[in-house]
């Protein structure tokens, strides 16, 4: 059974606090990891998704590493905004799969 | 370019009942896959559907059917519906589909809340 993991379940910051969630998945027949971010009343969208081990993307103060041998992936947000607050996603493709494996969430809220 | 339309946003059935989803990809994808979320869960997969075929079918009873037309609209019916089935049910598209390394573009949902 292909699990994907997601700590913390929630976490409370400060506005300006930098903060980071872990992604877990099984390392074994990896084929591409996705992030989302989904807003309150919102549909989920897009972050980043990623296929090569130590593959480390950008968008504005949101990036995220991948490391394929061991099965995870980081996500972190410089100098969070209360606008970043949200649920962040991830989802595991594995090749012996064809749909995306989704773990429950970090919840993030941001208070100013 | 249009989002992905999920119609009806909300609904209320009672148990027993049958329901039907609609989902409208963006203009252009082929794919679209089915996902149900309840409180505590992760997103579950439902099925894919990929130019009108079914092309992947996630771990759910055969009360939940999906079938998609050839304009890609695609929708899901769940037939005698249980207190269970309650949740928000989201719907991505995507150009390749979901075996894909490109990235799902989702619905708002539609929540179905059975009494």
């Known amino acids: 059974i292909l699990n994907v993991e997601q700590s913390p379940q929630s976490l409370h910051v400060q506005e300006g606090d930098s903060t980071n969630f872990t992604c877990s998945f099984p390392s074994s027949n990896f084929y591409a990891l996705h992030w989302y971010r989904w807003e309150t009343a919102k549909s989920p969208e897009a972050l980043f998704v990623m296929t090569l081990n130590g593959d480390e993307k950008k968008k504005g103060r949101i990036s995220a590493t991948l490391n394929t041998k061991e099965g995870y992936s980081y996500l972190y947000i410089k100098g969070s905004q209360p606008e970043d607050s949200a649920t962040y996603l991830c989802a595991s493709l594995g090749g012996s799969q064809g749909n995306l494996i989704f773990g429950k969430g970090t919840k993030l809220s941001v208070k100013p | 370019k249009a989002g992905v339309t999920q119609t009806p946003r909300y609904l209320i059935k009672t148990r027993g009942q049958q329901v039907t989803l609609s989902c409208s990809p963006i203009?252009?994808?082929?794919?679209v896959s089915w996902y149900q979320q309840t409180p505590g869960q992760g997103l579950q997969f439902l099925f894919e559907?990929?130019?009108?075929?079914q092309r992947n079918k996630g771990n759910f009873p055969g009360r939940f059917s999906g079938r998609q037309f050839s304009n890609s609209r695609s929708e899901m019916n769940v037939s005698t519906l249980e207190l269970g089935d309650s949740a928000l049910y989201l719907c991505?598209?995507?150009?390749w589909g979901t075996g894909d390394t490109g990235e799902l573009f989702f619905g708002e949902g539609s929540r179905l809340t059975v009494l």
């Open positions: 203009s252009g994808h082929r794919s």
């Open positions: 559907y990929f130019s009108e075929t």
């Open positions: 991505a598209s995507s150009f």
